[in-house]
């Protein structure tokens, strides 16, 4: 039985690692996805943003006064200032307008496809050069590699999902720009640097693992003080059982006692010379020995279970009154038996033990009635 008990405690315990620990790995998992959710959400979200800024900035340059400044300027670093030139003043106002108006964090720029004969084939290195740009330093004219999307919709404009140069990593979206014969002389590109991105990204992970773990904590405590209590309640339930069974137990070898023990005071009483019958607290006949049976005359299947007003003569009868009236007596009185001897009868109530009773103000219950008839003739 306490083997049982010890498995059943077992495994009750790792039910509840179990149950925690996928919790746990469920609460880790849902934060991971949702955060790598968020990013793709977060991303597209940006790339929208930035190609709404790009295609809307587009038209707001002059592709005639862009076509002007690179062919009046055709040397690297032939600009170095923003008001070298009112033309490079006017384009540069616009860019920096626009990003200061979004608040972006990296300066917009324009870009012009270099002369094929000026590329290694269809390379995408050192394919563009800059133009014009937000920022205060111009670099005019230095020479970039773009990617590959940038120039497969040159003339269209897109955007460009996560890329990294020697600048970083970038989220780009570019438009071109025309002059008026609606030819696409630049592109003008606008960037959300990506490195920054993924910061602000990790750092909401970070503040989500953080708000899980905390609530996982809180929940885990509860958990773990609810398992305290159920456990607590469940040795409790064990302990009652335990001490429940032990009583069964005792209870069994306490009534083989009594039943070897009333054997005996049986078989004690069936030898004695006197006649003896024995009644239960209300009158009812339990037990006959075979003098009582011999003296009266009697077969015991008429008496047992009988009561004692139901089988006995008046003056049996009276006596055995007179001793449940008075407890703490013992009734005695002469008769006559029906063979016309004389007996000394003797009637007693049998009372509950008193080191068990204790209401000192009232007499301990009757358990029983004892008569004892003794024949003179056989003394």
Sequence with gaps: MQGIQDIARSIRRNLSLLFVGSLLLLTLSWVVLA????LETAETQSLERLQGIASAL?????????????RKYKHKDAISSTRQDPMYLKLHNVLQRVQLAHRLETPIYTMVLRPRSERQGDSTKHAVVFGVTSAPKPYFRHVYTPPRL???????????PPYGDQHGSWLSAFAPIKDSDGLVVAVVQVDLKFNRFLALARDKLFRNLAIALGIFVVFALVMVRVLFFVTKALRFHDSVQQQSQQFQEEAIHVNQEMQQTLEQLTSL?????DGVILLNHDGTIVHINPQFLN???VAPEGMIGQHYNDVFGEEL???LDQARIHKHQNIQQEIVLPNEHSAHVFAAVLLQNSEEWTDSRRLPPVIGM???VREYASL
Excluded: E, K, W
Excluded at 35 to 38: A, C, F, R
Excluded at 62 to 68: F, N, Q, V
Excluded at 152 to 159: E, L, N, Q
């Design 35 to 38: 955060y790598y959710d968020q």
């Design 295 to 297: 003296v009266f005359g």
């Design 269 to 273: 009483i069936d030898h004695l010379i």
């Design 317 to 319: 009868r009276n006596l």
């Design 370 to 372: 004892m008569l004892v």
């Design 58 to 70: 587009a038209p707001q340059l002059s592709g005639d006064l862009h076509r002007a400044l690179f």
């Design 150 to 160: 940038l120039l497969d919709h040159y003339s269209t404009g897109g955007v460009v």
